[in-house]
């Protein structure tokens, strides 16, 4: 409750309320001690779980826990919504399909410093906090890079007290969890939500209708103008589910809004009563589709059509949300672009364009100039990815017959936009047809990044040459009309979560050395700097690691049934599974170090001992990727399995790798594989992390690694492989993949042992796709990067050995990458792109 006698209502704002139902009314956190706290957790144990402590499971005292811990955040949260409720400046709507939060008890602690209240608390109670916190399920709300940094840019804002609503969707299943049968994936439902969600808060009072298909009309308005209005087929209904996003230890508390899909009739009574049960909840059956799981597959059209249903259902549902829920009735929306900018997080939501354009100009009757231009400065466009399939396309059969007015309206963006093409290159149709936001080959489709582009203010990449790629070759007519549109902002990651939590002995170890001044100021780690010439601090970060890497042991024994050994440099690749990230590249090294051995051309004891983890998941429907973990599955069973390699190799691939994982795992790593294609990585996260923590980077020049080998220094950096012009030469003249195998007898010894059965049981047929996809297609030249990396990996293998030495680029790689953390990319998204500020 505000000063002025109003009940903040977290969707819905203020309302007014009797001076006698203020004190009832207000909301006070608990007090942040250790009896408050228990006071909390009984109550909240016995009135909201309905069990007393001697009863009560594991999961009750944990939804207790969960929710005692957010009291401590609500006050700040309304008094947070109620402030930019009088005092309304400018908010940043941040449009994401994907949002890979990670646990949210840890991070709520952190944010709140109870850490320790919480420890003593339960301690009085008789429980443990580790034990509870490991009841928690991570809610797997995003398949990678992408949906982690959408949930790092939510936390940095938050720390930053600008005022940020994430949208996006809740999905019952999210990305699926991944297990391992005779080596190959398995994907099994997520059943995140089977034990209660404690963090959401649903509010289906707030519910927002979306409607989809059918056709449009053409009517002649009161007032005599001629409009369109679209009268739809079916719709759904999309229920809210509010979770808060609190800044580090500041008392700014924002809001991650994510919709649910429901049916507008779920049950029919008749045709229940009538004896058809399954037909009496179809229509709920079909709805909830649309938020079941995360990115369903679309090799089929129905996939396809789901994936777009998806993604308009979220737009829309968060436009409506701030249009009818957020602003007053009256507001002038020629002010719009002054109370709210929306970021595209890729091209997912990029379908809000036309949705913008329908609501001003069909619902709020603006005239279509004025409408577009307030579109204009409303949205800006972060793009992900330099790989053309990524780029999405919707089909204008697709898009015209699920969603008939916006694809009216995008064919009119388009026009005026051609139009506009044409009076500033006449008689070049070629630019036309390149830039034209609807294709017409190989078929006829909206190109979505062309409309993000023609839509937006700004456009930026998120790395220094991912930008310039973006400009020079996957955009560059449209940069050659726009100069001024295009920017760069470089990814970030939140290093509360990323080294304050998920590393506290490094933690506390930095703390110890320059203060906590780091935590929200990560350019403070420049202070470590001299310390990587201090001896006894060398060794105390060697001890560090070395405590990681036990943590990590202890884990995966517990999680995995693994037994890894302790003392072998852990070399850790893991990030999603694709061609381009070159996991293949890899496992080649792999081989190659099985078979110098397994042949006898090199003694066991001449190996520097390894132990490699992989991680990563591959889209159902990706089915080279999938072959791909079946082989590296394969692998470490034969290497792990032969007596000869015991204490000297060592593969692990632990199943469902997640936020959660990741957390013990990067702390650990000692050396970080970025091993992608240059010029294929946008810019990756996982990169920075591992610097973060003291691993050192074996990589190509590619996406961040270009501005982290900068920043370390090219001796504290693992540089291989060929450059992205080199890359473009090579495919112009026509990439023979052969050429490299013949020439290079150790990758052809490799790739003959996996050809012959050595890792299938003798059976040559098992891995011949992915030995054939290796020697005739390979799309991102790992055969031809092959030799330069195996030199890198040598050049490991001898730095790796002097372990002072080492210790010291571990140590220069922290303190030199405080400029990765997401606080920075936040400054520079306000500066750049959105141009709003803090509040107090």
């Given at each position: 409750?505000?000063?002025?006698g109003?009940?903040?209502?977290?969707?819905?704002?203020?309302?007014?309320?009797?001076?006698?139902?203020?004190?009832l009314e207000?909301?006070?956190?608990p007090?942040?001690?250790?009896?408050?706290f228990v006071?909390?957790?009984?109550?909240?144990?016995?009135?909201?779980?309905?069990?007393?402590?001697?009863?009560?499971?594991?999961?009750?005292?944990?939804?207790?826990?969960?929710?005692?811990?957010?009291?401590y955040?609500?006050?700040?949260?309304?008094?947070?919504?109620?402030?930019q409720r009088?005092?309304?400046?400018?908010?940043?709507?941040?449009?994401?399909?994907?949002?890979?939060?990670?646990?949210?008890?840890?991070?709520a602690?952190?944010?709140?410093?109870?850490?320790?209240?919480?420890?003593?608390?339960?301690?009085?109670?008789?429980?443990?906090?580790d034990?509870?916190?490991?009841?928690?399920e991570?809610?797997?709300?995003?398949?990678?890079?992408?949906?982690?940094?959408?949930?790092?840019?939510?936390?940095?804002?938050?720390?930053?007290?600008?005022?940020?609503?994430?949208?996006?969707?809740?999905?019952?299943y999210?990305?699926?969890?991944?297990?391992f049968?005779?080596?190959r994936q398995?994907?099994?439902?997520?059943?995140?939500?089977?034990?209660?969600?404690?963090?959401?808060?649903?509010?289906?009072?707030?519910?927002?209708?979306?409607?989809f298909?059918?056709?449009?009309?053409?009517?002649?308005d009161?007032?005599?103008?001629?409009?369109?209005?679209?009268?739809?087929?079916?719709?759904?209904?999309?229920?809210?589910?509010?979770?808060?996003v609190?800044?580090?230890?500041?008392?700014?508390?924002?809001t991650?809004?994510?919709w649910?899909?429901?049916?507008?009739k779920?049950?029919?009574?008749s045709?229940?009563?009538?004896?058809?049960?399954?037909?009496?909840?179809?229509a709920?059956?079909?709805?909830?589709?649309?938020?079941?799981?995360?990115?369903?597959?679309?090799?089929?059209?129905?996939?396809?059509?789901?994936?777009?249903?998806?993604?308009?259902?979220?737009?829309?549902?968060?436009l409506a949300d701030?249009?009818?829920?957020?602003?007053?009735?009256?507001?002038?929306?020629?002010?719009?672009?002054?109370?709210?900018?929306?970021?595209?997080?890729?091209?997912?939501?990029?379908?809000?364009?036309?949705?913008m354009?329908?609501?001003?100009?069909?619902?709020?009757?603006?005239?279509?100039?004025?409408?577009?231009e307030?579109?204009?400065?409303c949205?800006?466009?972060?793009?992900?990815?330099?790989?053309?399939?990524?780029?999405?396309?919707?089909?204008?059969?697709?898009?015209?017959?699920?969603?008939?007015?916006?694809y009216?309206?995008?064919?009119?963006?388009?026009?005026?936009?051609?139009?506009?093409v044409?009076?500033?290159?006449?008689?070049?149709?070629?630019?036309?047809?390149?830039?034209s936001?609807i294709?017409?080959?190989?078929?006829?489709?909206?190109?979505?990044?062309?409309?993000a582009?023609?839509?937006?203010g700004?456009?930026?990449?998120?790395?220094?040459?991912?930008?310039?790629?973006?400009?020079?070759?996957?955009l560059?007519?449209?940069?050659?009309?726009?100069?001024?549109?295009?920017?760069?902002?470089t990814?970030?990651?939140?290093?509360?979560?990323?080294?304050?939590?998920?590393?506290p002995?490094?933690?506390?170890?930095?703390?110890?050395?320059i203060?906590?001044?780091?935590?929200?100021?990560l350019?403070?780690?420049?202070?470590?700097?001299?310390?990587?010439?201090?001896?006894?601090?060398?060794a105390?970060?060697?001890?560090?690691?070395?405590?990681?890497?036990?943590?990590?042991?202890?884990?995966?024994?517990?999680?995995?049934g693994?037994?890894?050994?302790?003392?072998p440099?852990?070399d850790?690749?893991?990030?999603?599974?694709?061609?381009?990230k070159?996991?293949?590249?890899?496992?080649?090294?792999?081989?190659?170090?099985?078979?110098?051995?397994?042949?006898?051309?090199?003694?066991?004891?001449?190996?520097?001992?390894?132990?490699f983890?992989?991680?990563?998941?591959?889209?159902?429907?990706?089915?080279?990727?999938?072959?791909?973990?079946?082989?590296?599955?394969?692998?470490?069973?034969?290497?792990?399995?032969?007596?000869?390699?015991?204490?000297?190799?060592?593969?692990?691939f632990?199943?469902?790798?997640?936020?959660?994982?990741?957390?013990?795992?990067?702390?650990a790593?000692?050396?970080?594989?970025?091993?992608?294609?240059?010029?294929?990585?946008a810019?990756?996260?996982?990169?920075?992390?591992?610097?973060?923590?003291?691993?050192?980077?074996?990589?190509?020049?590619?996406?961040?690694?270009?501005?982290?080998r900068?920043?370390?220094?090219?001796?504290?950096?693992?540089?291989?492989g060929?450059?992205?012009?080199?890359?473009?030469?090579?495919?112009?003249?026509?990439?023979?993949?052969?050429?490299?195998?013949?020439?290079?007898?150790?990758?052809?010894?490799?790739?003959?042992?996996?050809?012959?059965?050595?890792?299938?049981g003798?059976?040559?047929?098992?891995?011949a796709?992915?030995?054939s996809?290796?020697?005739?297609?390979?799309?991102?030249?790992?055969?031809?990067?092959?030799?330069?990396?195996?030199?890198?990996?040598a050049?490991?293998?001898?730095?790796?050995?002097?372990?002072?030495?080492?210790?010291?680029?571990a140590i220069?790689?922290?303190?030199?990458?405080?400029?990765?953390?997401?606080?920075?990319?936040?400054?520079?998204?306000?500066?750049?792109?959105?141009?709003?500020?803090?509040?107090?």
């Amino acid at each position: 409750m505000d000063d002025q006698g109003y009940v903040i209502d977290p969707v819905k704002g203020p309302r007014s309320v009797p001076t006698h139902e203020r004190a009832l009314e207000a909301v006070r956190a608990p007090a942040a001690d250790v009896d408050g706290f228990v006071r909390e957790f009984l109550r909240e144990l016995n009135f909201g779980q309905g069990v007393s402590l001697a009863r009560a499971t594991v999961n009750d005292q944990y939804l207790a826990l969960a929710r005692t811990v957010r009291h401590y955040l609500m006050a700040r949260w309304l008094e947070a919504i109620a402030h930019q409720r009088r005092e309304p400046v400018k908010a940043v709507g941040y449009l994401s399909a994907e949002y890979l939060l990670g646990r949210q008890l840890d991070n709520a602690l952190l944010a709140a410093d109870l850490e320790g209240v919480v420890t003593d608390g339960l301690a009085q109670c008789g429980l443990s906090l580790d034990t509870l916190r490991e009841q928690e399920e991570e809610p797997g709300l995003g398949n990678g890079g992408l949906g982690r940094l959408a949930a790092c840019f939510i936390d940095s804002l938050a720390t930053l007290s600008v005022p940020c609503i994430g949208y996006g969707i809740r999905y019952e299943y999210g990305i699926f969890r991944q297990t391992f049968v005779d080596g190959r994936q398995v994907e099994q439902p997520d059943t995140w939500l089977a034990l209660g969600s404690p963090w959401e808060f649903p509010h289906p009072e707030s519910s927002q209708p979306v409607n989809f298909a059918g056709h449009t009309e053409t009517f002649v308005d009161d007032d005599g103008s001629e409009r369109t209005r679209w009268v739809p087929e079916w719709g759904v209904i999309g229920v809210p589910y509010n979770y808060m996003v609190p800044g580090y230890r500041n008392g700014r508390v924002n809001t991650l809004r994510l919709w649910s899909a429901q049916a507008t009739k779920a049950f029919d009574l008749s045709i229940f009563n009538g004896g058809d049960y399954v037909d009496a909840v179809r229509a709920q059956t079909f709805a909830e589709n649309i938020s079941k799981v995360l990115y369903p597959e679309d090799s089929t059209p129905q996939g396809k059509e789901l994936r777009l249903q998806q993604q308009y259902f979220f737009v829309a549902c968060s436009l409506a949300d701030f249009m009818f829920e957020v602003l007053d009735k009256d507001f002038d929306l020629t002010r719009l672009p002054e109370r709210i900018v929306f970021q595209l997080n890729d091209t997912h939501p990029v379908i809000a364009v036309p949705e913008m354009m329908r609501l001003l100009v069909d619902v709020k009757k603006l005239p279509w100039d004025q409408a577009w231009e307030i579109t204009r400065q409303c949205f800006n466009y972060t793009c992900h990815t330099l790989l053309p399939e990524a780029l999405e396309v919707w089909p204008v059969d697709l898009l015209r017959r699920l969603l008939p007015r916006h694809y009216e309206i995008i064919d009119r963006i388009n026009a005026e936009f051609l139009a506009d093409v044409r009076a500033r290159f006449p008689g070049d149709e070629m630019m036309v047809r390149r830039m034209s936001i609807i294709s017409d080959y190989p078929e006829r489709g909206v190109r979505m990044a062309h409309l993000a582009t023609v839509a937006s203010g700004r456009v930026n990449g998120v790395a220094e040459l991912h930008s310039q790629l973006l400009r020079d070759k996957v955009l560059p007519d449209f940069s050659r009309i726009w100069p001024e549109k295009f920017t760069n902002v470089t990814n970030g990651v939140t290093p509360r979560r990323f080294l304050r939590h998920a590393n506290p002995s490094l933690s506390g170890l930095i703390t110890e050395a320059i203060g906590d001044g780091w935590v929200t100021d990560l350019d403070k780690l420049q202070e470590l700097e001299p310390l990587a010439g201090d001896a006894s601090f060398r060794a105390r970060f060697r001890e560090v690691k070395r405590a990681n890497k036990s943590r990590l042991v202890n884990l995966l024994r517990e999680r995995d049934g693994y037994e890894l050994p302790v003392e072998p440099m852990l070399d850790v690749m893991v990030k999603r599974l694709h061609e381009y990230k070159r996991q293949s590249l890899k496992l080649l090294h792999i081989v190659t170090l099985y078979d110098r051995i397994a042949s006898g051309r090199v003694a066991a004891s001449q190996i520097q001992p390894r132990t490699f983890v992989f991680g990563a998941k591959a889209a159902p429907g990706y089915w080279m990727a999938k072959e791909t973990i079946h082989l590296i599955n394969a692998v470490a069973s034969t290497v792990n399995s032969d007596p000869a390699l015991e204490g000297v190799l060592h593969v692990a691939f632990p199943a469902n790798y997640n936020v959660t994982l990741a957390e013990t795992l990067i702390p650990a790593a000692d050396l970080s594989e970025q091993i992608s294609l240059a010029g294929k990585e946008a810019s990756g996260t996982g990169n920075m992390k591992f610097a973060l923590n003291g691993a050192l980077t074996i990589g190509t020049d590619d996406g961040a690694n270009v501005e982290i080998r900068r920043l370390v220094g090219e001796d504290n950096f693992f540089l291989f492989g060929l450059l992205e012009p080199e890359v473009a030469d090579l495919s112009a003249q026509g990439y023979v993949p052969s050429s490299f195998y013949e020439s290079d007898d150790e990758l052809k010894r490799a790739l003959d042992l996996i050809a012959a059965g050595a890792f299938s049981g003798g059976n040559p047929d098992t891995f011949a796709p992915v030995v054939s996809n290796l020697l005739h297609e390979d799309r991102f030249m790992a055969l031809a990067d092959y030799r330069a990396y195996l030199d890198a990996q040598a050049r490991v293998d001898a730095a790796y050995a002097d372990q002072d030495a080492w210790s010291r680029s571990a140590i220069l790689n922290v303190a030199r990458c405080g400029f990765f953390s997401s606080d920075r990319s936040m400054r520079d998204y306000i500066d750049r792109i959105w141009h709003t500020d803090p509040v107090s």
